[in-house]
């Protein structure tokens, strides 16, 4: 159903959670999905190396971010014990500090409890094939967090971008993804992510979220 490429094989998904209710609801959410196969669930970090020593999953679903529950904590505590399993978070909590602070501490992906099976589907898939994956509902308000932080510095090469790539710019600062983008723009994926390409070139920068911040930072798309 989507752009999954494992072979034949279903995702092992592996679930941590301390809310029983929210990780039972997971496990029967993910089992409508024929890709994805929950292997196990845990309530607490220390169940899940034997889980994954157990089960191998391919992909660790983080569900945290209520209240009394350090996120950060969690997360460092799961990449030191598990350091090539990617983590993909799910959480109430969607601010930018908090979103920005888990993906320092270790996560690859992040989503709000208002996604859909389909977004949770594609984000699996995307972090197992080592690329990060962040909601897009969340992506706008951490790109200007992130701008603020940075230092003033050159930020020209606005006006080297072609006016596609500007619109395809545009567009990765909407926190669009390449699908989306290629529907709005009426071009093809592959040409989207061409496009990518040749603006990090022109920008000096390495990914999607550098391209969207630096955009942010020098207000080329400011009201």
């Not at 072979?7 to 209710?21: P, Y």
């Not at 014990?81 to 996560?107: F, R, Y």
Request: proline share 4%; with cysteine.
């Amino acid at each position: 159903m989507t752009n999954r490429q494992k072979g034949s094989e279903a995702f092992r998904v592996l679930i941590l959670c301390a809310q029983t209710l929210v990780r039972e609801g997971l496990r029967l959410l993910i089992a409508g999905d024929e890709d994805l196969d929950v292997v196990a669930v845990a309530a607490a970090v220390a169940e899940v190396v034997t889980a994954v020593s157990r089960h191998q999953p391919d992909v660790l679903i983080v569900a945290v971010g209520w209240e009394g529950e350090d996120c950060t904590a969690v997360l460092q505590q799961l990449k030191s014990a598990c350091p090539n399993l990617p983590l993909l978070v799910i959480s109430p909590d969607t601010h930018p500090e908090q979103v920005q602070t888990a993906l320092k501490a270790g996560a690859n992906g992040y989503l709000p409890l208002s996604a859909d099976l389909d977004e949770l589907a594609q984000a699996v898939f995307a972090v197992c094939r080592g690329e990060m994956s962040i909601h897009t509902a969340i992506l706008p308000a951490l790109y200007i967090h992130m701008a603020g932080q940075t230092s003033t510095k050159e930020t020209s090469g606005f006006d080297d971008l072609s006016p596609r790539q500007q619109e395809v710019l545009a567009c990765l600062v909407r926190g669009l993804s390449d699908r989306d983008i290629a529907q709005e723009l009426f071009i093809s994926v592959r040409t989207v992510q061409t496009h990518l390409t040749h603006i990090y070139n022109r920008l000096g920068v390495h990914s999607r979220t550098e391209a969207a911040v630096m955009a942010v930072h020098a207000g080329w798309f400011a009201d």
